[in-house]
């Protein structure tokens, strides 16, 4: 058995090098004096500084946050709602939407992409809009939407099914059995598909590009256009310096969750030496 | 007594009819939080969908026409080659992706919460970044060519052939813009989603279950070949669809790892929407037919998850 688990964890070990050798030499090459993305010529620090004065790079790293922000703050509160009613739902009703919340999870990107660029497109000119900030948003909110869902229904059929009717019992109002009573318990859930979603939001680029027209550009869409021509190591720099936010929020996240675990486990034991 | 006792069971009376009827109401509001999602979901999921059918089932008149269709037989090719690519993009990200799924849900729980974090920390870096940093890999005055020539392999290789008058020294191996460039960046890009969601199925295997196969005599082999991998089936489902599903529909990869002359379906649908080939209806046609496609290797797939929960995602 631990032989077969060293072997495992060789293979692990390799896989994970394999992951981010493309990583390692992307945050490298952002200190490269000069713009070669495979000569190594010297240290700099140069490309962060221009990085800062770049109006493309600053404005479509700002579209994307905006966006994503957005998207998943709002997709949050229509997908806990959503996922509230379709747990009160009787399982045929349930069933058949669950099915369509599903198709922009498993659909592939390009297929969501286009047919909301049809949409779009067909509505804007019924209705006289062009492509832009707004259709971009749209399009972001449906595909964050049914992960928020699928996060938060495990955490409501967690719940114990007479929850609604006591809080009822005991005097609540709807809205207090909602946010006083429900929300609370089925918080994590709702932060894990936020964060989901924010991620997937970031991440994008397919979706972005049908849907989001010409006078916008978030910064996958920029990058997309640069690989054409050549990527400026200004991109390497923004990128290592997302990354190395992303890793600091992960290890302060972890570091608390640890502490709080162990701070747990000592007053479960305490309770238990004063019993 | 009898005073007392003549209201309360009137109150009772109306509780028995009234409480009923309210939980029902309040069961019917609650319910109805779903309807603005269900207004937006008919808007922007399901009539998108249906416009798809639409178009490609006219023509730029307006007409019913079959042309769109008939129109694709020229693309047979770039099917199969997506097809195949993706087939065997998905096959060696299952083989990478198991045994690290099965090696990480054998750590203990602060490895484990370690390991999850460091696979999904990649995808932090924007999806077209990291695929363009395997560029400066592959090129051929890339990173690993370069590699090659220092520690003197092309030299070696063109000492070889020495005697051979017909034979053109080499500089550098082909890596980029070759069918093996697309597949490794389809694994490179999609392997995570092939790990996390069969290690999550893995870790919820009972202990006790593996326990008494092995009381029961099974060895080593037996209880992963009857007990684990059968129970971490729905995982190796959700995984393979959702590296399968990318890697057929992909145009970045395709675009950045394989040159401009190996085209994928995903290239075909972006060019008749957003290239020069401007023709929604041939590119609708086109991405109905692989949505037809895509459902069927699910539904091929689901038969052999056989009733399992199939919603594992992260």
Redesign the interface.
């Known amino acids: 058995m631990t032989k077969k688990n060293t072997a495992g964890n060789i293979f692990t070990a390799l896989t994970y090098i394999f992951l981010y050798a493309p990583i390692v030499v992307l945050i490298v090459f952002s200190f490269n004096s000069t713009k070669s993305r495979t000569v190594w010529s010297g240290f700099t620090l140069n490309w962060y500084k221009e990085l800062f004065s770049d109006s493309l790079i600053m404005s479509s790293l700002q579209t994307t946050l905006m966006v994503s922000v957005l998207a998943s703050l709002i997709a949050a509160v229509i997908g806990t709602f959503a996922a509230i009613g379709f747990y009160s739902m009787k399982k045929q009703w349930r069933a058949p939407f669950l099915t369509v919340n599903n198709i922009p999870v498993i659909n592939a990107d390009i297929i969501t992409g286009v047919s909301l660029s049809l949409l779009f497109v067909s509505a804007g000119l019924f209705m006289g809009f062009e492509l832009g900030f707004g259709t971009l948003l749209i399009a972001h909110i449906s595909f964050d939407i049914p992960y928020v869902i699928l996060s938060v229904m495990p955490k409501l059929y967690q719940l114990d099914r007479n929850l609604f009717e006591a809080a009822q019992d005991l005097g609540c109002t709807w809205f207090q059995t909602i946010y006083k009573v429900v929300i609370p318990e089925i918080m994590p859930g709702i932060i894990n598909g936020l964060l989901i979603a924010f991620t997937m939001s970031v991440d994008d680029f397919v979706i972005s590009y049908f849907t989001a027209g010409s006078s916008v550009e978030t910064l996958s869409m920029a990058i997309y256009a640069m690989t054409r021509r050549r990527i400026s190591p200004k991109i390497n720099a923004i990128s290592t310096l997302l990354f190395a936010v992303v890793l600091i929020l992960l290890i302060i996240v972890n570091v608390r969750e640890a502490r709080q675990q162990k701070a747990n486990i000592k007053k479960q034991k305490m309770l238990k030496g004063s019993n | 007594m009898n005073r007392s006792s003549a209201p309360a069971g009137f109150k009772e009376r109306v509780a028995s009819v009234w409480l009923p009827v ?2 029902f109401l ?2 019917y ?10 207004l ?2 008919a808007l ?6 249906i ?2 059918g639409v ?1 490609a089932f006219t023509s730029a008149e307006g007409g019913f026409t079959l042309e769109n269709f008939s129109g694709i037989t020229n693309y047979i090719p770039v099917f199969g080659r997506s097809l195949w690519l993706a087939l065997v993009a998905t096959a060696i990200c299952f083989i ?1 992706g198991y ?2 799924a ?3 849900s ?1 750590m203990d729980a ?1 490895a484990q ?3 999850l ?3 999904m ?10 695929t ?3 560029m ?2 592959l ?1 051929n ?3 690993i060519n ?1 590699m090659l020539a220092a520690i003197g392999v092309f030299d070696w290789i063109n000492a070889m052939h020495s005697g051979n008058p017909n034979y053109t020294p080499i500089t550098h191996f082909q890596l980029i813009n070759t069918n093996g460039a697309v597949v490794l960046g389809m694994v ?1 890009n999609y ?2 989603f092939m790990i996390l969601p069969i290690q999550s199925v893995i870790v919820k295997i009972d202990p006790f279950v593996i326990e008494a196969a092995q009381d029961l005599g099974a060895s ?1 082999r037996t209880v992963f070949r009857k007990v684990i991998f059968p129970l971490s089936l729905s995982g190796v489902i959700s995984g393979i ?1 959702m590296v399968f ?2 890697s ?5 990869i395709s675009r ?1 790892l394989g040159g401009s002359t190996n085209m994928l379906l ?1 290239d075909l ?2 060019m008749q ?2 290239g020069a080939a401007y023709n ?1 209806h041939l ?2 046609a086109i ?1 109905l037919i ?2 037809a496609i ?1 459902v069927i290797c ?1 539904s091929v797939m689901n038969k052999f998850g056989e009733g399992e929960e199939q ?1 594992v ?2």
């Open positions: 309210k939980s309040e069961r509001r609650r319910q109805s939080f779903a309807y603005p999602y269900v937006w979901m922007f999921v399901v009539i998108p969908i416009l798809i178009y990478i045994p690290v099965l090696a990480i054998r602060k919460r370690i390991m974090m460091l696979i920390l990649p995808m932090w870096i924007n999806f077209l970044l990291r363009y940093a395997w400066s890999l090129e005055t890339g990173l370069r490179y392997l995570p080593s669809t599903v990318p057929v529909s992909t145009f970045v950045l995903g649908i972006e929407f957003m929604p590119g609708s991405s692989m949505m895509v699910m919603a995602v992260m």
